[in-house]
């Protein structure tokens, strides 16, 4: 491979990607016919035949494949995509940086639709919830593919590349199977096992049906990481005792309560999931009295209807958040408001209260402003401030990751088998095609030779007496194609039988071809 030529090659299957109607003024087909046997002479026609041409201009007479062919070929063919993932979460990036990528559930499809829009993304699926902003993608190219999406982010967020590359974080294929299905399993989690991770894991899927880009491949990954993450709570103590991001916020304000406070005034805001969870840890720990400001009464009625007798939650609308806010000690806030509730000059007007008014905010982006913290009468605290929770049990954290990854690296595994056993399947229909050109071929020239007063009956006998004999000879190259991904051993065997295949009949510039055009055709 003609290395000097890779930065050449690389730019010009980006053009072509590029610009999608170079291709439909290109006088040659993209894919094209052949029915010759291969040996060195025809092989050079056949290449010639798969023009794929970069421009419509009489100057670009080497097309983009014959290009590919005799210089950084096997960077798109020989080396298949590469699954990557592009991510921060609440161990590499300050919630600062984490809220002005976060991306909302509804637009998740969205975000896959144009991250698959990008010249190297085959597939994709977005990982985004209060502790993390992960990407995930199937890439033609690994380098080229992690500068599109960080580009991409750079874009959607205003935050410059240089500043994500700082904080981000890269994995590749196996090391990407085994950090998602520990987040799945909640080893990742800044709360070891919590519960909620997992249903975010399969909010991926649910919202990732149907969408183009959601593909065979990421969504097989996810899938295989919501089966780690059950095995992993089900079979182990990793759950045994977990508490939440709720639970622990919970934790974190008494803690920062001072011992006097007998009777703190409790808020909460927004009664979704998270503010759900924080209310039921609040009644755990025996508050039996707080308000809830929320858009709508529905949800706050239908918590206070699980509640046991004596716990008083008293619902009042968004609009008196401020005039609630002013009557009470402690504030939990948890909605998906994608701007601040709370800035500097509302609580500046809210009356005083003994020891500072506590915010705590488990909302990404942020509810609280972060200047609220400027004033001599607030103390705020935000999900990065949680960790100081958790590391009390840091050892028995340890313990219980133990026991989980043995299951993680058994479904890692499992998958890895599954998707290298996908790598034959464009070898077996490209050789099934080449075999039946090459047949067809044959049969016409015979018939135009000899088949003048041949009969209907006659000719069909040929057609079948052929058809019979191809795939007489293909069955041993299937057989040998085909395996299941259980055996280590036979799918080692398998994939060096389809590279040797590839390069005996020349299928690899067909499958690079079939790449191109998938390409084109996405955007």
Known sequence: MAVSNVSLVSSKLETLLSNPNDLSSSPSPLIGTR????????????????RCEISASKAASISALEQLKT???????????????????????????????????????????????????????????????????????????????TEWMSKTSGIPVSEICQHRFLLYDKEVTQHLFQVSAGLDSLVLGEGQILAQVKQVVNLGQGVNGFGRHISGLFKKAITAGKRARTETNIAAGAVSVSSAAVELALMKL????????????????????????????GCNKMVVVNRSEEKVAAIRQEMP??????????????????????????????????????????????????FVDISVPRNVGSCVGELDGARVYNVDDLKEVVAANKEDRAKKAMEAQGIITEE????EAWRDSLETVPTIKKLREY???????????????????????????????????????LHGPMQHLRCDGSDSRTLKETLENMQALNRMYGLDVELLEDKIRAKVEQK
């Not at 011992?259 to 840890?281: D, Y």
């Not at 041949?454 to 006998?461: C, F, I, N, S």
């Open 258 to 285: 001072p011992a006097h406070a007998s009777s703190p005034r409790m808020l909460v805001i927004g009664a979704g999931k998270m503010g759900k969870l924080v209310i039921k840890h609040l009644v755990a720990k």
């Open 412 to 415: 890692s595994k499992q998958f």
């Open 435 to 473: 075999c039946e050109r090459t047949r067809a071929g044959l049969v016409e020239r015979f018939m135009s030779k000899h088949g003048d007063g041949m009969d209907k009956k006659t000719r069909k006998a040929v057609e079948d007496l052929t058809r019979s004999v191809v795939n007489k000879l």
């Open 35 to 50: 029915a010759l046997p291969v040996n060195k002479t025809s092989r050079r026609v056949l290449i010639q035949r798969a």
């Open 309 to 358: 007798p004596g716990v008083e939650i008293v619902y009042k609308p968004l609009d008196e958040m401020l005039a609630c806010a002013g009557e009470a000690d402690v504030i939990f806030t948890s909605t998906a408001s994608e701007s601040p509730l709370f800035l500097k000059e509302h609580v500046e007007s809210l009356p005083p209260v003994a020891d500072g008014r506590l």
């Open 71 to 149: 210089s950084a070929f096997d960077r798109y063919t020989k080396e298949r995509s590469s699954i990557v993932v592009i991510g921060l979460n609440i161990h590499t990036a300050p919630v600062e940086m984490r809220e002005k990528l976060a991306i909302p559930e509804a637009d998740w499809p969205r975000a896959i639709t144009e991250l698959c829009g990008l010249n190297h993304i085959e597939e994709a699926a977005v990982l985004s919830t209060c502790n993390r902003m992960e990407i995930y993608v199937l890439a033609l190219s690994q380098h080229r593919g992690v500068k599109e999406v």
